[in-house]
């Protein structure tokens, strides 16, 4: 067991960030649960500490908010918490071509993905620095590893994340702080409802499944972690081919059209 150490994780209301939560509550860590639905947290918090006994603090906060990084940091110190893991895993779902999305769903993907990481990345990574210890964890996406015909926008977000983040772990490798990217599948979450997938055919991991995996990856500091044997190999793939036949190929899967 694992006591006074401290989790910050976004996205914390629900899918992977909400069982993260409890994968580390369950190894003793303390936590700090971010996302815009308050109640849902008050619950999460409610039934982690009684069944952990561990300090959870919450802080309802929407990330499309360009200040809400300040804001998070402003309540740990507050707080007198030192955040020894922080995982940026806030996301929304997003299917379409690009063409026929309205603009403010594509802003807020990018928004939230690009703009809530860097800048969480930026303020923890700096105080980590001061400490000479610390662990970041970004989470990206299968998808991260090739252009996606049909999820373009979150595609190429992801790839950032990855690109951002695997930069980070090497300008950080000496040091006491690390800078990991974790990578999951298709995982059963709301996710998808926002997308508007139907996903019966699917063989979907479990969040809960995802989270024991990121666990081991994050105490190991991983630099770079696929969840599956299938998104392994589907990296891979995407790595060993041709830019042309991956891209045809992550649009296939994604059942759109890919115009060469
Ligand atoms: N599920 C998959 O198959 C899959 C595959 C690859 C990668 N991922 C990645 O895994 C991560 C978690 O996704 P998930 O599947 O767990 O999705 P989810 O079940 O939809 O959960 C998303 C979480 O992000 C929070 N969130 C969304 N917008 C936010 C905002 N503006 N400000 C603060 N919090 C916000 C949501 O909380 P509130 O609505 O309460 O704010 C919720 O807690 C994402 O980064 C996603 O891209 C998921």
């Given amino acids: 067991m694992n006591n006074q150490k401290t989790v910050l994780i976004t996205g914390a209301s629900a899918g992977i960030g909400r069982a993260l939560a409890r994968e580390f509550a369950s190894h003793g860590y303390n936590l700090v649960l971010a996302a815009r639905r308050k109640e849902r947290l008050e619950v999460l918090q409610g039934s982690l500490t009684s069944d952990y006994h ?16 300040d804001r998070i940091m402003d309540f740990a110190d507050r707080e007198g918490i030192s955040v020894d893991i922080l995982i940026n895993n806030a996301g929304m779902g997003y299917a379409g071509l690009f063409a026929d999305m309205d603009w403010n769903s594509i802003k807020s993907i990018l928004d939230l993905y690009i703009i809530a990481t860097t800048r969480m990345t930026y303020l923890f990574l700096r105080r980590m620095e001061e400490k000479n210890h610390g662990t970041i964890v970004n989470i990206a996406s299968t998808l991260a590893f090739a252009p996606t015909a049909g999820e373009d926008v979150y595609a190429a977000s992801k ?14 490798k000496h040091t006491g702080v690390s800078v990991l990217t974790i990578c999951p599948g298709m995982t059963r979450t709301e996710f998808f409802d926002q997308a508007g997938y139907s996903l019966n055919n699917f063989n979907l991991a479990i969040p809960e499944q995802f989270a024991a995996f ?15 044997l299938f998104n392994q190999a589907v990296a891979l793939f995407a790595r060993l081919s041709t830019r042309a036949t991956a891209r045809r190929a992550f649009a296939a899967a994604c059942r759109t059209d890919s115009k060469d």
């Fill in 54 to 69: 561990v300090r959870v603090d919450i802080y309802p906060v929407d990330l499309l908010q360009e200040d809400a990084p």
């Fill in 159 to 172: 790839a950032y994340i990855l690109s951002f983040t695997q930069a980070l772990y090497e300008e950080t």
């Fill in 214 to 228: 990121a666990y081991k990856k994050i105490i190991e500091k991983k630099p770079l972690s696929i969840h599956r």
